[in-house]
Every structure is written in structure tokens, then in C-alpha cells.
């Protein structure tokens, strides 16, 4: 398209009254003149969308027209879109993970406990988080960690229902799900985002792609600074470059070290009822279970805890039940092998 081609549409939509049309035109318009290298007039149409939307009632996200968006629309139509919506009692001393990853969760958590501060000074509030890295990491954990600290509810999409065959479905249901967040100042929880926020691929028929990371791009740019957005992700090469930059912390999980490893024993025998029957056979093992994620090897240990419970002739009158090593050795062998390592 050419800019005369852009520049129409944006008045169609525009006389049209079709707000939704006009923001994605604005939009496209937008990345057009960042890739014909006039950064400036995009950046200067960007503050104009942004200014008025700030100043104006008609917010995408919490209105449309004169009346509210959630006085129009049935909470049936965004039931279906909504995996659960829960409260969480977690806190950071709830979740192991490596030092850089715990520091910006809690930068993060201290920008919202200090929201009125930063206003006050007309600073942005950091309210678009990104976690990306290997699965059973901590990155679902860390987005209840978010919730339980800051006391907010959490929307966890189910994507299965977001994502539609039908051209333009997709971008509707996203924008639904938004304007629910906006309006009961919550946390929207995405998992697998990479699969609605991949690259824009320009082959797909009618863009639908490109339409569904654009008016992510939208939802992020008009999103209350109250509001927070979590999308996590086990691919993140795999997304939109434009939409990472949107993010305003990007927290990348690894597999754990041998000293997160033991941190996380630590935690999940916290209470003190069960012990080794071997400490020098449960160093080992903490070395043997090196490549394994978080969540692979507390569901070992806890399973181990289980058989070993369950082996012992009279449990209810043992103090401290130990855990056997090799049990818990053969099932660490177990999910090496079914992981290919």
C-alpha cells in the first residue's frame, strides 16, 4: 500500500465513525512511516493516539460511544474466553529462581505498591510483563507471584477460545478480554503467547496474523497503567519484535544451577517432616538432576516422598519418615530419559 492508499482509509474509517477499522489503519500507518524512515512523523502520530485517548472518555478499552462497554455486553460473551479467574496467596518467597529473575519480579511488584508515587512525578508505570525460557521453569509461578503480592485478581485466557478460524474473531475476543481487565483493574495472564504474537507473516490469506499482533499492539498502547498484562512464553524468538518491545520488563527463566537446586529442596522440605536417608547420596543426586527443570525435579522428590511414605510398615509412628535416595534416583533417570537427556 501506498501512504495516499493509508491516508484514505484512515478517512473512510474515520467518517465512518468505526473506531476499531481507524485504530488498525492509524496503526498500520504508523509502522509504514517507521519503515519508510519517517520515524519522526510516526512517532509524532503515536503521542497524537495516545494524548487522546488519555484525555478523552471514549477509550477503546473502557468505552464505546456513550455508554460503558460492560453495560452492553453479557459477561457470558467473555465466559467462554476466561480459563479461571482466581486470587493468589503466593509471594516471592514462594518461588527459586536465579538472582536477575527475582530482582526484576520485585522492581516490578515495588512500581505498583508505589503506582500513586510515580504518578505523582508523571512517570509510566512498568504494567506489560514478558516471561519467556524452558517449561516447568517458574514462569507460571512467577505470574501468581505477581497476583499474591500485589493482591489483584488474575484472568488466565484460555486461548483455546480466543484464537477463531473466522477472519477477525481473534482480534475480537483479545479486545473483549482487555476491556475486562481495564474495567475491574486485574491481571490478564496469557500463556503460549507465542502463539497469537508470532511474526507477522505476510503470506497468511487476509493478514489475519498481522491483524491479531496489531491490535495486541493497540490493547498494550491504551492499556490503564493499573491494569497488568502477563504473557509467557517457551519461544520468544518466535515473536513479533515489534510486540517484545512492548513489553516493559522481558524476564528471562533458565534451568536451575546446583545451588537453585538446592534451594528448591530446601523450600519443598521446608516443614521439616522428612529427611534423606543418605546426605551424601542426596548431594549426588542434586548434581544428577542438573538439566532438569524446576518442576521436574520437585515432582520427582515429592513423588519420592510419596513411595517412600507408602513403603514404610507403621508411618504413623515415625517422627521424621526419610526419603529413599534410590527411589527418588530412579525416577530422576526416569525423566532424563523421557526428555531426551
Known amino acids: 500500500m ?3 492508499d493509508y491516508i484514505k482509509d484512515i478517512a473512510k474509517y474515520g ?8 485504530l488498525f489503519a492509524l496503526n498500520e500507518f504508523i509502522d509504514y512511516s517507521k519503515k519508510s524512515k ?4 510516526a512517532i509524532q502520530l503515536q503521542s497524537i493516539l495516545k494524548e487522546s485517548f488519555q484525555h478523552q472518555k471514549n477509550s477503546p478499552l473502557l468505552k464505546t460511544g456513550s455508554d460503558s462497554y460492560f453495560n452492553r455486553i453479557e459477561d457470558k460473551e467473555v465466559g467462554d474466553l476466561i480459563l479461571e479467574k482466581l486470587t493468589s496467596d503466593y509471594n516471592l518467597n514462594n518461588i527459586v529462581a536465579d538472582k536477575t529473575v527475582i530482582e526484576n519480579l ?3 511488584i515495588e512500581e505498583h505498591n508505589k503506582l500513586e508515587l510515580l504518578q505523582k512525578f508523571n512517570l509510566p508505570v512498568s504494567n506489560k510483563l514478558l516471561l519467556h525460557g524452558p517449561s516447568g521453569c517458574g514462569k507460571t509461578l512467577a ?3 505477581v497476583a499474591g503480592e500485589l493482591n489483584k485478581m488474575m484472568v488466565v485466557v484460555n486461548l483455546g477460545a480466543i484464537v477463531s478460524s473466522k477472519l477477525g474473531e481473534t482480534s475480537k475476543n483479545l479486545s473483549k478480554i482487555f476491556r475486562k481487565a481495564a474495567s475491574e483493574d486485574c491481571i490478564i495472564f496469557i500463556d503460549e503467547f507465542d502463539s497469537i504474537g508470532k511474526v507477522r507473516d505476510y503470506s ?3 493478514g489475519e496474523m498481522k491483524r491479531v499482533v496489531n491490535t ?3 490493547l498494550f498502547d491504551y492499556l490503564p ?3 497488568i498484562v502477563i504473557a509467557a512464553t517457551n519461544q520468544k524468538d518466535m515473536l513479533d519484535e515489534a510486540l517484545v518491545r512492548r513489553f516493559d520488563f522481558s524476564i528471562g527463566f533458565n534451568l536451575p544451577t546446583e545451588n537453585e537446586i538446592k534451594d528448591l529442596i530446601s523450600l519443598t522440605l521446608k516443614n521439616g517432616n522428612f529427611t534423606f536417608d543418605s546426605k551424601a547420596k542426596a548431594n549426588k543426586l542434586i548434581k544428577h538432576s542438573i538439566g532438569l527443570s524446576y518442576y521436574s525435579i520437585q515432582k520427582t522428590l515429592v513423588t519420592a516422598i510419596k513411595r517412600s511414605l507408602f513403603a514404610v510398615t507403621k508411618p504413623e509412628f515415625i517422627l521424621s519418615p526419610k526419603i529413599d535416595t534410590t527411589v527418588w534416583k530412579n525416577l530422576i533417570d526416569i525423566e532424563k530419559k523421557s526428555i531426551g537427556i
Do not use: A, T
Open 38 to 41: 519517517k520515524v519522526n512523523f
Open 225 to 227: 497503567q493499573n491494569s
Open 15 to 22: 467518517l465512518e465513525n468505526d473506531q476499531e477499522k481507524l
Open 216 to 218: 495486541i499492539l493497540q
Open 2 to 4: 501506498s501512504q495516499s
Open 106 to 108: 520485585n522492581y516490578f
Open 204 to 206: 497468511q490469506d487476509h
Open 143 to 145: 505470574s501468581y507471584v
